[in-house]
């Protein structure tokens, strides 16, 4: 019969056959589809793999914490961590436009993944398996879709580790080609991976730069951060996750309003809330969340986070709005 059981053996069957005793390389994004990969593939080869965090430090509360230690503790995989926060920082100071952002991320990020990749390939140099082969968690959309939209081309540009030089050359090991996302998560689940990384939500490559409308600063990331943890707390407790396709929180960095907070006026910024439903992000609606669950987040955030005094709902469907602000 079909069961995940099955889909799980045969894949693991089928990477030991195709990796044998060589070793293999994978980036780890903190998403779903490079956790479910990474996991099938340690249950085939074990210690001959070894995965790759690169932590650009524009994920949001929690999730680099997710990687480095729950899914570790989940797989038991051998993880190289690269803290690469300020060279991001650095990189991004005093851009704003998206595109700019896209490309510095996508850039800094091929060029810290493949700094760690070249010192993992010499560190098993010589050896009877050293390393030949790189995993991705490409699905079956992505392999069928190959281009189209900005999103999906995006997600491929990012996550793809193609423009690897030359003298590194791997052979891909794609063992969720043939599997559609909730595919992805039900094998996710069944080989023990923290629900928390099962179940997240999409989450662009760029991060949380591309929700910083404006320059992006280690303060403004913070602020961020605090108030994206609040939204996906209160949705959470409010029982919605799987309800909503997407729910960006966006900072608009340069925008100031006047405020009163306690006793005094303050002139703060104000944060948007995006929660879309979807099928594939193509098209998207806004999410009609209940008025208390709205209302939670909002009083949360203006009382928690104290640059921020304002709290608005962005209900553009998609067209003409994208999800993401930039
Ligand atoms: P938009 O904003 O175009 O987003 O409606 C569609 C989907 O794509 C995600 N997205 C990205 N993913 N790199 C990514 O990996 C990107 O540059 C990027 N831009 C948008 C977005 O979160 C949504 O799921």
Same mark, same amino acid.
């Given at each position: 019969?079909?069961?995940?059981?099955?889909?799980?053996?045969?894949?693991?069957?089928?990477?030991?056959?195709?990796?044998?005793?060589?070793?293999?390389?994978?980036?780890?994004?903190?998403?779903?589809?490079?956790?479910?990969?990474?996991?099938?593939?340690?249950?085939?080869?074990?210690?001959?793999?070894?995965?790759?965090?690169?932590?650009?430090?524009?994920?949001?509360?929690?999730?680099?914490?997710?990687?480095?230690?729950?899914?570790?503790?989940?797989?038991?995989?051998? %993880?190289?961590?690269? #803290? @690469?926060?300020? /060279?991001?920082?650095?990189?991004? !100071? *005093?851009?704003?436009?998206?595109?700019?952002?896209?490309?510095?991320?996508?850039?800094?990020?091929?060029?810290?993944?493949?700094?760690?990749?070249?010192?993992?390939?010499?560190?098993?140099?010589?050896?009877?398996?050293?390393?030949?082969?790189?995993?991705?968690?490409?699905?079956?959309?992505?392999?069928?879709?190959?281009?189209?939209?900005?999103?999906?081309?995006?997600?491929?540009?990012?996550?793809?580790?193609?423009?690897?030089?030359?003298?590194?050359?791997?052979?891909?090991?794609?063992?969720?080609?043939?599997?559609?996302?909730?595919?992805?998560?039900?094998?996710?689940?069944?080989?023990?991976?923290?629900?928390?990384?099962?179940?997240?939500?999409?989450?662009?490559?760029?991060?949380?730069?591309?929700?910083?409308?404006?320059?992006?600063?280690?303060?403004?990331?913070?602020? %961020?951060?605090?108030? #994206? @943890?609040?939204? /996906?707390?209160?949705?959470?407790? !409010? *029982?919605?996750?799987?309800?909503?396709?997407?729910?960006?929180?966006?900072?608009?960095?340069?925008?100031?309003?006047?405020?009163?907070?306690?006793?005094?006026?303050?002139?703060?910024?104000?944060?948007?809330?995006?929660?879309?439903?979807?099928?594939?992000?193509?098209?998207?609606?806004?999410?009609?969340?209940?008025?208390?669950?709205?209302?939670?987040?909002?009083?949360?955030?203006?009382?928690?986070?104290?640059?921020?005094?304002?709290?608005?709902?962005?209900?553009?469907?998609?067209?003409?709005?994208?999800?993401?602000?930039?």
């Amino acid at each position: 019969g079909w069961t995940m059981v099955n889909i799980a053996e045969e894949a693991i069957e089928t990477i030991r056959a195709q990796v044998g005793g060589k070793r293999a390389i994978c980036g780890l994004s903190g998403g779903v589809d490079s956790a479910v990969a990474a996991a099938l593939v340690q249950r085939a080869i074990g210690s001959q793999l070894t995965c790759v965090f690169v932590d650009h430090g524009l994920l949001r509360k929690g999730e680099a914490e997710q990687v480095e230690k729950d899914f570790v503790a989940a797989t038991g995989v051998d %993880l190289h961590v690269v #803290d @690469a926060q300020e /060279r991001f920082l650095n990189a991004l !100071a *005093g851009v704003t436009d998206p595109e700019t952002k896209r490309k510095i991320i996508g850039r800094e990020f091929i060029r810290v993944f493949e700094a760690a990749a070249r010192e993992i390939v010499e560190a098993h140099a010589g050896e009877v398996a050293d390393v030949e082969f790189l995993v991705q968690g490409t699905l079956y959309p992505d392999v069928v879709e190959s281009g189209g939209g900005t999103g999906a081309a995006n997600i491929k540009s990012h996550h793809n580790v193609g423009g690897l030089p030359e003298d590194l050359k791997f052979t891909l090991v794609e063992p969720l080609r043939t599997l559609f996302k909730d595919e992805v998560r039900a094998l996710g689940e069944q080989l023990g991976l923290p629900a928390e990384i099962v179940w997240r939500h999409p989450f662009p490559g760029p991060g949380l730069a591309i929700r910083i409308i404006g320059e992006v600063t280690r303060e403004r990331l913070d602020v %961020l951060r605090e108030a #994206d @943890a609040i939204a /996906r707390e209160e949705l959470t407790r !409010a *029982g919605l996750d799987r309800d909503i396709w997407q729910f960006p929180v966006v900072l608009l960095a340069d925008v100031r309003s006047v405020g009163v907070q306690g006793d005094s006026r303050t002139y703060g910024h104000p944060v948007v809330l995006r929660p879309v439903t979807s099928e594939d992000a193509m098209t998207a609606d806004w999410a009609r969340l209940p008025y208390d669950v709205l209302q939670r987040i909002s009083t949360r955030i203006t009382n928690e986070v104290r640059e921020i005094n304002r709290v608005v709902v962005d209900i553009t469907s998609k067209p003409p709005g994208t999800i993401e602000w930039e």
